[in-house]
């Protein structure tokens, strides 16, 4: 692998990283920035997995594909103990409800209290919550030009990051967050094409399923903090 000459790397998220152990602990070790992972709030408790459930039957339901809802279920509570205080976490609120929310915090609070983490979502009023805790980042997410054309207004006034998807991309937008103090981060980067084009407009991260892409752009940018230093 060769190093990169880019000094100021962008983030790196693992995207759904914090939805199985296992990936959790690679992301660890690959030095990821953020690991995302989508929570619900079922009966009272908040369930990290990105499959719906199905109604009353014990299914959940993964666009088209229906798997076994009975058994143990990971809860926020392991993910967190799992991250520890090396790992930041990106919970994307799934449920929409403010009794996600603020389970979430409480969650986070009574695990692993003042770390930072960050909390991102198309469902912006689910971010009410969170609001005026310092350690807590809040990003709204878009996936839609007319989601996105819903929050300008609040773009580096009341929101200081965006998630965006890959297909909202072109560089004057990027240009106009990034002179509004946005930060933005988009999702899912899973090609080497496709960290060349974000990066290339001026996104400030990468979302990506491939944990070797993310590899390779964290072990870069060390190679260029070396070089950098000798």
């Given at each position: 692998m060769s190093c990169s000459s880019q000094n100021d790397r962008?983030?790196?998220?693992?995207?759904?990283?914090?939805?199985?152990?296992?990936?959790?602990?690679?992301?660890?070790?690959?030095?990821?920035?953020?690991?995302?992972?989508?929570?619900?709030?079922?009966?009272?408790?908040?369930?990290?997995?990105?499959?719906?459930?199905?109604?009353?039957?014990?299914?959940?339901?993964?666009?088209?594909?229906?798997?076994?809802?009975?058994?143990?279920?990971?809860?926020?509570?392991a993910v967190i103990e799992t991250a520890g205080p090396e790992l930041q976490l990106m919970v994307d609120l799934k449920s929409e409800t403010l009794a996600l929310s603020e389970a979430v915090a409480g969650t986070?609070?009574?695990?692993?209290?003042?770390?930072?983490?960050?909390?991102?979502t198309r469902e912006w009023w689910l971010l009410e919550p969170f609001e005026g805790r310092d350690h807590v980042r809040l990003i709204p997410s878009a996936a839609w030009p007319h989601e996105l054309g819903e929050l300008m207004p609040a773009l580096g006034e009341r929101f200081h990051a965006l998630s965006m998807h890959i297909t909202l991309v072109e560089p004057a937008l990027m240009s106009e967050l990034a002179g509004r103090g946005v930060a933005t981060y988009v999702w899912p980067v899973n090609t080497?094409?496709?960290?060349?084009?974000?990066?290339?407009?001026?996104?400030?991260?990468?979302?990506?399923?491939?944990?070797?892409?993310?590899?390779?752009?964290?072990?870069?940018?060390?190679?260029?903090?070396?070089?950098?230093q000798t």
């Open positions: 962008p983030v790196a998220i693992a995207h759904r990283a914090g939805n199985d152990l296992a990936r959790l602990d690679r992301a660890r070790a690959i030095g990821a920035d953020l690991a995302e992972l989508d929570v619900w709030l079922h009966r009272g408790r908040v369930e990290v997995r990105h499959a719906k459930t199905v109604g009353p039957l014990p299914l959940l339901r993964e666009r088209w594909r229906l798997s076994p809802g009975w058994g143990p279920r990971l809860g926020l509570g986070f609070e009574q695990r692993l209290p003042g770390a930072p983490y960050a909390v991102t080497t094409a496709d960290v060349e084009r974000v990066l290339g407009a001026g996104a400030s991260g990468v979302n990506s399923d491939d944990l070797d892409l993310l590899a390779t752009l964290v072990a870069s940018a060390r190679c260029a903090v070396a070089r950098d």
